[in-house]
Each structure stands twice: as C-alpha cells, then as structure tokens.
C-alpha cells in the first residue's frame, strides 16, 4: 500500500515555529491538490490547508496569516510552515495527495505537533 512520508512534527512553546513536510514516492503520477488535515483529542478531523498543482492555497481561518503551504512537484512533496503556533494548533496532523481525475486520496500516517503555554 503507498503511503505518504511525514516529517517535522514535535513539541515546541507558544509563539515558536515548525516545518512540516510530506513525501510521495515517485512511482506516484499526476498529483493534483495536495493539504494537510487535523485532528485534536475529542475533535473531528478538519482541513488546515490545500495547495494545487499550480499553486493556488486555501487555508482555515484559524490559520490564514500564520501557516503557509507550499509544494515542490519535482519532489512530490508538499511543506507547511507554522509560525505564532497557539496551543489550540495542538493535533496531529496527516497530509494527503489526491490523484489527478479519479479524486483518489493517498494519506501520511500522522505527525504530533504539540503547542505549550
């Protein structure tokens, strides 16, 4: 089963910054949106960011001025940068890539971000 390579999580204070970043493997054609999801303890999951194939974003208005998602499609790899993290940004987060006309979702296994006071 193909899965997604996550990396960058961890435990960090209020107002500090991380970078996560989310591999596929090559053998993976035609990626289309890519994002990243969260899911708190108690909460469902929610969309935090999506970025296109050509590179238009949209965020969560908890996020919008804070996180920035961007994409390298020669690596198939999707980064997301938070800064000012609040301890409500604590979840774990899963990226995923769709595959380009079939709307498929392949999912990474989860990375903890965890924000203290």
């Known amino acids: 089963q193909v899965q997604l390579l996550e990396s960058g999580g961890g435990l960090v204070q209020a107002g500090e910054s991380l970078r996560l970043s989310c591999a596929a493997p090559?053998?993976?054609?035609?990626?289309?949106?890519m994002g990243w999801y969260r899911q708190a303890p108690g909460k469902q999951r929610e969309l935090v960011a999506a970025?296109?194939?050509?590179?238009?974003?949209n965020y969560a208005d908890s996020v919008k001025g804070r996180f920035t998602i961007s994409r390298d499609n020669a690596k198939n790899t999707v980064y997301m940068q938070m800064n000012s993290l609040k301890p409500e940004d604590t979840a774990v987060y899963y990226c995923?890539?769709?595959?380009?006309?079939?709307?498929?979702?392949?999912w990474g296994q989860g990375t903890q971000v965890t924000v203290s006071s």
């Open positions: 090559g053998s993976i054609f035609r990626i289309g949106t």
């Open positions: 995923y890539v769709e595959i380009e006309y079939s709307g498929t979702r392949i």
């Open positions: 970025i296109t194939r050509g590179g238009a974003s």
